[in-house]
């Protein structure tokens, strides 16, 4: 069945780092477009990061670009996506969500919509302290 398994989260100080993995089967992911979401408490789901299919393309929102490094290994049965977040602040707490899109146009206007999005994890928790 479709997996998506999200690790890493955890606590950390303002200014460290974690690395968040999704690993994604039980369909073709190599072909799908991956992304990155979170929730904070009592705010709606926000997008984070996106990579496109082949890796090649990548998207941030504005308040994590430069901090956070979206990327993916495509291997035969599993695709394994990764989101290394540096210079943590705490405005990044929050529960971090996978997603995967079969056919997301890699616009900005697209990857930026969760709806668009056909699988999603379970979430993982980042929690940053002052």
């Known amino acids: 069945q479709v997996q998506l398994v999200e690790s890493g989260g955890g606590l950390v100080q303002a200014g460290g780092s974690l690395r968040l993995s999704c690993a994604a089967s039980?369909?073709?992911?190599?072909?799908?477009?991956m992304g990155w979401f979170r929730q904070a408490p009592g705010k709606e789901r926000e997008f984070v990061a996106a990579?496109?299919?082949?890796?090649?393309?990548?998207?941030?929102a504005d308040s994590v670009k430069g901090r956070f490094t979206i990327s993916r290994d495509n291997a035969k049965n599993t695709v394994t996506v990764y989101l290394q977040m540096n210079s943590l602040k705490p405005e990044d707490t929050a529960v971090y969500y996978c997603a995967a899109g079969e056919k997301v146009p890699f616009i900005v206007v697209a990857i930026i919509t969760s709806s668009r999005y056909d699988y999603w994890g379970q979430g993982t928790q980042v929690t940053v302290s002052p």
């Open positions: 990579i496109s299919s082949s890796g090649l393309s990548t998207k941030y």
């Open positions: 039980g369909r073709t992911f190599s072909s799908y477009a």
